[in-house]
């Protein structure tokens, strides 16, 4: 189970289980990546919990619709926390409730009241553990077949293969904080992170960089096992995206910026050595994959794809 991209992003070896977090401003791709993140897992048999404050259900489905063979309804779960609903003095719903007295009174938060926003965090964090209870323990009983545990099993998770790993996505953080504000969520994220580790699962959270908070960022990077980056730049009047492997706890790897691109279809594709051909009227490396080279004595002439368009760079062998 590895993040999109492992290859180009670490020199050798695998990206071990783990709890990462993705930064980088509007527009680099985060999203993107978390949905490639997710279509492979799906591929690969794994269940996948898709947790957005921003998004329906339908907007949800919608995402992956074009994509065949999924089975995205009996292989992924979609929470809104937002769209939660309980009363508040409802009692036993959540291992979370103790956390609401630790808001501080100063703490702002945009649309809810501090412990309306306590308690949806908490049932989107009852739901996930619920979740992945009930596929653990499909995994214990693979061998029972009379289905004498499927009435306390949800019925979507029943009829897919147990023993099975797990990913999930939390995008973004940044929408989270402006509806249930600082305090909340770092709380979540903390215990979410505990939760996920203990499951051994492959998580990414997004937040969109770059924050104003300086305590903020550094207290949400102190509970993840990795930070991912993006960054975006105008090329010559297009966008070229790339991303770094920043750190990750356990990993010898070389934090070096890797191009990107993003299709039609909205999959990734991954520009391992981008730093080996250059422009030789800019300077800058050449993004993309040739598709077509032909060798002149002295010259080699590279054909590249741009958008929808065929550009011409000279590169001196």
Not at 69 to 85: A, D, V
Not at 94 to 107: A, E, G, I, K, P
Not at 282 to 290: E, F, L
Request: charged content about 20%.
């Amino acid at each position: 189970m590895q993040i999109p991209g492992t290859s180009a992003l670490i020199e050798k070896g695998t990206i071990p289980e783990s709890v990462l977090l993705l930064t980088g401003p509007i527009g680099a791709g985060k999203t993107m990546y978390c949905r490639q993140f997710l279509v492979d897992g799906l591929l690969d048999r794994d269940y996948c919990i898709y947790v957005s404050s921003s998004l329906t259900d339908k907007q949800f489905k919608t995402r992956f619709s074009k994509i065949q063979n999924l089975n995205l309804i009996q292989n992924s779960k979609f929470i809104n926390p937002y769209l939660h609903h309980c009363p508040l003095d409802k009692q036993g719903y959540s291992s979370f409730s103790h956390y609401s007295s630790s808001l501080s009174d100063d703490t702002s938060v945009s649309g809810l009241e501090k412990s309306e926003s306590t308690n949806r965090l908490s049932l989107t964090f009852t739901e996930i553990e619920a979740t992945i209870s009930q596929i653990n323990m499909l995994a214990a009983h693979d061998s029972d077949h009379n289905g004498s545990i499927s009435k306390n099993i949800d019925r979507d998770i029943t009829s897919s293969t147990s023993n099975r790993s797990i990913r999930v996505v939390v995008d973004s953080l940044t929408h989270l904080l402006t509806l249930f504000g600082e305090d909340a969520v770092l709380k979540f994220v903390n215990d979410l992170s505990f939760l996920l580790k203990d499951a051994e699962a492959m998580a990414i959270f997004t937040l969109t960089s770059p924050l104003s908070n300086e305590y903020l960022t550094n207290a949400l990077s102190s509970i993840f096992d990795g930070i991912i980056e993006m960054k975006i730049e105008d090329s010559h009047g297009s966008l070229a995206r790339s991303i770094r492997l920043l750190s990750i706890k356990g990993v010898h790897h070389k934090p070096s910026w890797i191009y990107f691109n993003v299709d039609e279809d909205g999959n990734l594709s991954f520009v391992e050595d981008s730093s080996s051909i250059t422009c030789t009227l800019c300077g800058k490396a050449i993004m993309g994959t040739p598709i077509l080279i032909l060798s002149f004595r002295s010259t080699v002439k590279a054909v590249w794809k741009h958008t929808k368009n065929l550009q011409e760079y000279t590169v001196l062998t």
